[in-house]
């Protein structure tokens, strides 16, 4: 895998942990914690639970699986980067020929849209 396509990997796994954390087992939480948040390599997280470097990429592999799965079910991360994209859509329209009361509306409308992440 290049760096390119783990870092993206990386990415994406530190999203949807954000989303989907508290829906992890505890040992799930605390080893991607430790493998993708702090960096640890599995043979340091293998030390520190003494258990095999196998076992750690094992419980590991089984958490991604598990975060997928929960957004294919759920999608809130794929929710959250449309009204992301969404809101960036709106930002750029032209405010041309709007009342500043219009103006002071829309943008009231768009800080509770970023507002509900």
Same mark, same amino acid.
């Given at each position: 895998m290049s760096q390119e396509n783990r870092l993206e990997k990386t990415n994406r796994i530190n999203?949807?942990?954000?989303f989907y954390e508290r829906l992890l087992t505890d040992k799930q939480q605390?080893?991607?914690?430790?493998?993708f948040h702090d960096d640890f390599s599995l043979g340091?997280?293998?030390?520190?639970? /003494?258990?095999?470097? !196998?076992a750690v990429y094992e419980h590991i592999?089984?958490?991604e699986q598990v975060l997928e799965n929960y957004?294919?079910?759920?999608g809130l991360l794929s929710k959250h980067e449309d009204r992301n994209r969404y809101l960036e859509e709106l930002r750029r329209l032209p405010d041309?020929?709007?009342? /500043?009361?219009?103006? !002071?509306?829309f943008m009231e409308i768009m800080d509770r849209l970023q507002?509900?992440?």
């Open positions: 999203l949807l942990f954000a605390t080893f991607l914690k430790y493998y340091e997280i293998a030390a520190e639970f /003494e258990i095999s470097r !196998q592999k089984r958490a957004e294919e079910k759920l041309t020929g709007m009342s /500043e009361q219009y103006k !002071q509306q507002g509900l992440d």
